[in-house]
């Protein structure tokens, strides 16, 4: 079974200064990676993923994230926060075959002007 | 290219009746997928459609239930609803099965009340 751990439901950040979103996940083989960030009374957009390859993984709107397999992790980080980056990240994993995506709670960000 | 369209974005039902959402997919995708958004629960997976077969299915109960047509486009029901059942459904599409990147492109969710 594969799951998913993101730590702080809620995070704020000032405007201008880094953006660290945690995601831990439970994989008993190797995972396919995925942050998708919701806007209100949006759906759900692709803003990085890993599958194979390089572990650091640059998205759209200057986000990136590293896979580490020692540490079971996949953090989104971005040097510089914007206002429009306020939103809700979900962290979620795939495994290879399955087309299942499970979901973690989610951290919704609020950028501090 | 048009992206994922779901009817209604809105729709408010009484408990005991049913319920059915509408998902076009973007177009030359063959893959749909559906979830359920609530505040408790999270993101849930309910079921994926591929070649108007359903290949994948989540822990919902048989009152959850879908289909697919030879254009793509899916439905899913929800018979007898329950007050838990008020949620957004969000349906999501992709090119096709086995196609490793896992990139789901989702619609902006069917927004359910029950009352």
């Known amino acids: 079974a594969q799951s998913v751990t993101q730590l702080g439901s809620h995070v704020s950040v000032s405007e201008g200064a880094l953006v660290l979103l945690r995601c831990n996940y439970s994989?008993?083989?190797?995972?396919?990676l995925f942050w998708y960030v919701q806007y209100p009374n949006q759906g759900l957009q692709l803003l990085l993923k890993y599958t194979t390859g390089a572990t650091l993984v640059k998205g759209i709107n200057g986000f990136e994230a590293e896979f580490k397999k020692s540490e079971t992790s996949f953090h989104l980080t971005k040097p510089s926060a914007h206002m429009s980056d306020a939103a809700e990240y979900f962290c979620a994993v795939r495994n290879f075959g399955n087309e299942k995506l499970t979901f973690g709670t989610g951290t919704r960000l609020t950028i501090i002007p | 290219k048009a992206g994922v369209t779901q009817t209604p974005r809105y729709l408010i039902k009484t408990r005991g009746q049913q319920v059915t959402l509408s998902c076009s997919p973007i177009?030359?995708?063959?893959?749909v997928s559906w979830y359920q958004q609530t505040p408790g629960q999270g993101l849930q997976f309910l079921f994926e459609y591929f070649s108007e077969t359903q290949r994948n299915k989540g822990n919902f109960p048989g009152r959850f239930s879908g289909r697919q047509f030879s254009n793509s486009r899916s439905e899913m029901n929800v018979s007898t609803l329950e007050l838990g059942d008020s949620a957004l459904y969000l349906c999501?599409?992709?090119?096709?099965?086995?196609?490793?990147?896992?990139?789901?492109?989702f619609g902006e969710g069917s927004r359910l009340t029950v009352l």
């Open positions: 177009s030359g995708h063959r893959s």
């Open positions: 994989s008993s083989v190797p995972p396919y």
């Open positions: 999501a599409s992709s090119l096709a099965r086995g196609v490793n990147t896992g990139e789901l492109f």
